[in-house]
């Protein structure tokens, strides 16, 4: 067995609205490890992006974690000083978010805030020659045509793919031993969101990281990943070697999942799953997939299935297989 980078362990995170307490992650289970390329799929609003912001900490301010643990390395995210996250975040773990506008500031160069990044991510002395050439360096590696220029250039003045790019090569710099990629590129054109996929790809295969990648688009993630995690309102239900988790499906969610993809093969509507994710204010009690689910059974109301395993690194939360 790999020796394991992150672990978590029955997260739940909660958030306060006006309207009342959404109970989002429900006990999540989810572990990657060292140099470990790992997928995360699920329908819009099942808890993928809360997940990844607890580990990186940068939760919103009305989020709330009741309870569960983080481990990195053995010790617990959640019980670390400011001092240790921030420097795990400039060193070791670095995420990437779907919009790549946001996480650029406008008023700096790209050098500038390229060069900011380098200076903080290595206990090194650099010199203002060595971080250039460290930030032109990075720049070829996204495969960005003439860095020097980009490097003198605003945000503002660059496309949208370039500043994804640029936003992977700021990640890539601080992200050591984790990237976490959420969605990239999303909202740019599909080509080039699956360029940007390859590209991620690649370079954590050079680079000898560990990924964890969230994708809608799940035929790339099959290329990339060698596990993959889905995720249902708040819990991880399956999770498997990717050739197995897509040939093989097993939990009622998945199977339905994978239906609503339009194959690229066949003609034929996409065959959706009835109902939609539960209000997180009043969810259902036990399997939260239940009120969806066409083998729902008088237990899956009441108890909460937990991640077992079926053999060969398949787990399934699904009270059919126990
Ligand atoms: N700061 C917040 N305050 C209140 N609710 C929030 C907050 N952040 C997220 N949520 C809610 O938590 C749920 C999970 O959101 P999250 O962004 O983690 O889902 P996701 O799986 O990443 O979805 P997507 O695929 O659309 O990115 C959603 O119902 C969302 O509206
Ligand atoms: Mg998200």
């Known amino acids: 067995m790999n020796e394991q980078l992150i672990e978590i362990h029955d997260l739940y995170v909660n958030y306060k609205i006006y309207e009342g307490i959404l109970k989002v992650l429900n006990g999540v289970e989810f572990r990657v490890g060292v140099k470990e390329k790992v997928g995360l799929i699920g329908e819009s609003g099942c808890g993928k992006t809360t997940t990844m912001r607890s580990v990186m900490r940068i939760l919103a301010d009305n989020a709330i974690v009741p309870k569960g643990s983080i481990l990195y390395k053995g010790r617990d995210i959640l019980k670390m000083s400011e001092e240790e996250i921030q420097r795990i975040r400039r060193e070791s773990i670095s995420m990437i978010f779907q919009d790549p506008t946001a996480a650029l500031n406008p008023v700096f160069t790209v050098g500038d805030q390229l060069m900011d990044v380098i200076k903080y991510s290595t206990k090194e002395n650099l010199t203002k020659e060595e971080m250039k050439e460290r930030a032109i360096k990075v720049l070829k590696e996204v495969a960005l045509p003439?860095?020097?220029?980009?490097?003198?250039?605003?945000?503002?003045?660059?496309?949208?793919?370039?500043?994804?790019?640029?936003?992977?090569?700021?990640?890539?710099?601080?992200?050591?031993?984790?990237?976490?990629?959420?969605?990239?590129?999303?909202?740019?054109?599909?080509?080039?969101?699956?360029?940007?996929?390859?590209?991620?790809?690649?370079?954590?295969?050079?680079?000898?990281?560990?990924?964890?990648?969230?994708?809608?688009?799940?035929?790339?993630?099959?290329?990339?990943?060698?596990?993959?995690?889905?995720?249902?309102?708040?819990?991880?239900?399956?999770?498997?070697?990717?050739?197995?988790?897509?040939?093989?499906?097993?939990?009622?969610?998945?199977?339905?999942?994978?239906?609503?993809?339009?194959?690229?093969?066949?003609?034929?509507?996409?065959?959706?799953?009835?109902?939609?994710?539960?209000?997180?204010?009043?969810?259902?009690?036990?399997?939260?997939?239940?009120?969806?689910?066409?083998?729902?059974?008088?237990?899956?109301?009441?108890?909460k299935p937990s991640l077992k395993s079926v053999g060969g690194g398949h787990e399934v939360a699904c009270f059919l297989y126990e």
Not at 180 to 188: F, K, Q, V
Request: hydrophobic content about 40%.
């Open 146 to 303: 003439d860095p020097e220029r980009i490097l003198k250039n605003y945000p503002i003045m660059l496309s949208g793919g370039m500043r994804q790019r640029i936003c992977i090569a700021m990640a890539l710099v601080s992200a050591n031993e984790l990237l976490i990629a959420d969605e990239p590129g999303t909202n740019l054109d599909v080509t080039i969101q699956d360029q940007i996929l390859r590209l991620i790809g690649r370079l954590v295969e050079e680079r000898g990281t560990s990924i964890i990648l969230i994708s809608h688009a799940l035929g790339t993630v099959k290329g990339l990943v060698d596990r993959v995690y889905v995720m249902y309102a708040g819990n991880m239900v399956e999770v498997a070697p990717t050739k197995e988790l897509f040939s093989e499906p097993i939990h009622p969610y998945t199977i339905g999942l994978f239906k609503t993809v339009p194959k690229l093969t066949g003609g034929g509507i996409p065959e959706a799953i009835k109902g939609r994710i539960p209000d997180y204010i009043n969810p259902p009690q036990g399997c939260r997939f239940f009120p969806r689910c066409e083998h729902a059974m008088p237990i899956c109301k009441k108890e």
